[in-house]
Each structure stands twice: as structure tokens, then as C-alpha cells.
T-cell receptor
Framework: QKEVEQNSGPLSVPEGAIASLNCTYS??????FFWYRQYSGKSPELIMF????GDKEDGRFTAQLNKASQYVSLLIRDSQPSDSATYLC???????????FGQGTTLQVKP | DGGITQSPKYLFRKEGQNVTLSCEQN?????MYWYRQDPGQGLRLIYY???????QKGDIAEGYSVSREKKESFPLTVTSAQKNPTAFYLC?????????????FGQGTRLTVV
């Protein structure tokens, strides 16, 4: 079992719809969870982080964390074509600050 | 502006040759990391360093070496022992090493074996 798992997609949604990206992790001791967006050929950029169970909202983005189910998700409301990218889920599992990444989900927002 | 600078952006390596990828940060971050990304894959950790003159192997350290002589710099050498080095290499840094540290990435170096 991979430490951090994501559906590679592609996930295709129409413009204006809600995109839902999911991630599961195996280490119950994980404390911090990050969502990065990566455009093709570019480096990842942090868009959301969440540490506590529940929801965290930032503009059109909402991160959801359920530690009991070892599940973290990212919702993108009012999806735009510019949101088309690969979304990487990352989990920090120790005090080294090391991040374990999932393989990423490719999102396609169609006009 | 503070940030992480990787160079070169593109690098070509001949078979049997060692090459060094540069990573410099002016964020005053304590920890630095090297990741490798293959097409359609997530990032895999090669090496990381929490303090100057100290570093640890990540998940795929074989065929790579690093040094951390200065807080600002964390160069990665891809040696001839790395049999499949063609990949996108990303350097990152974090302010501390606690679980809540957010990682900031450089722009990456794309290495190709010719």
C-alpha cells in the first residue's frame, strides 16, 4: 500500500462546476496535510494546508480532513479553465518536515 | 525578493558523467530537500538536510550525493552510479522541521541523459 494515494485521473469537470479531489494516507500519526498545484513543466505551488479535523476554506478552495478515516480532500468551487493542472496531496509524518507526496490528480476544466 | 533558485533549468548529461545541480535559498530556512519527479508521478525524496553540515538519505538516495556547507546552499550531484537519471529535479526548503512547516519549491532542473 502506498503511503499517500490519489486517483491519477484525469478528472474532467465543466467550467463553473465543483471539482472534488481526494487523497488517502496510511500513517495514522500524520499531522499535517498539504495540497499543491502543479502546472505542466512547472514546480509545485502550495494552495492549501490543513492540520485539524474538519473544513478549512480559502476563497474558492476548501480542504477537508478526516483523521479517523485517514482521508483528506480538496474542493474547488466555480472551477475555471485556469484551474486545469495536477494537484498533489502531501502528508507530513514526522518532525523532520519531510513530505510524502501522492502521485497527483490531473484536473481538466472544460469551457 | 526571497526565494529558492535552482540552476541550470535544463541539463544534459552524457553516460558515465557526474553532474551537479545547484540550489540556493535566501529565505533563511533551516531545512532543505531534494525531490525527483518522473512523468506522471509524484515527488520522491532523495536527500534532506535539517542543519548545516548534516544531511540524511531519503527514499531514493542511491546514485546521488549532497553537501550542506552553508545554510543557503544544498547542491545535488547525480553520479554515474545513477542508472536512470533523466527526470525533473526539485529543491525545496522549510523554515523549520516541525510538522507544520510549509515547503517552498525552486523552479526545477530538467536533467536528460544523452
Amino acid at each position: 500500500q502506498k503511503e499517500v494515494e490519489q486517483n491519477s485521473g484525469p478528472l474532467s469537470v465543466p467550467e463553473g462546476a465543483i471539482a472534488s479531489l481526494n487523497c488517502t494516507y496510511s500513517d495514522r500519526g500524520s499531522q499535517s496535510f498539504f495540497w499543491y498545484r502543479q502546472y505542466s513543466g512547472k514546480s509545485p505551488e502550495l494552495i492549501m494546508f490543513i492540520y485539524s479535523n474538519g473544513d478549512k476554506e480559502d476563497g474558492r478552495f476548501t480542504a477537508q480532513l478526516n483523521k479517523a478515516s485517514q482521508y483528506v480532500s480538496l474542493l474547488i468551487r466555480d472551477s475555471q479553465p485556469s484551474d486545469s493542472a495536477t494537484y498533489l496531496c502531501a502528508v507530513s509524518t514526522s518532525n523532520t518536515g519531510k513530505l510524502i507526496f501522492g502521485q497527483g490528480t490531473t484536473l481538466q476544466v472544460k469551457p | 525578493d526571497g526565494g529558492i533558485t535552482q540552476s541550470p533549468k535544463y541539463l544534459f548529461r552524457k553516460e558515465g558523467q557526474n553532474v551537479t545541480l545547484s540550489c540556493e535559498q535566501n529565505l533563511n530556512h533551516d531545512a532543505m530537500y531534494w525531490y525527483r519527479q518522473d512523468p506522471g508521478q509524484g515527488l520522491r525524496l532523495i536527500y534532506y538536510s535539517q542543519i548545516v553540515n548534516d544531511f540524511q538519505k531519503g527514499d531514493i538516495a542511491e546514485g546521488y550525493s549532497v553537501s550542506r556547507e552553508k545554510k543557503e546552499s544544498f547542491p545535488l550531484t547525480v553520479t554515474s552510479a545513477q542508472k536512470n537519471p533523466t527526470a525533473f529535479y526539485l529543491c525545496a526548503s522549510t523554515k523549520g522541521t516541525v510538522d507544520t512547516a510549509e515547503a517552498f519549491f525552486g523552479q526545477g532542473t530538467r536533467l536528460t541523459v544523452v
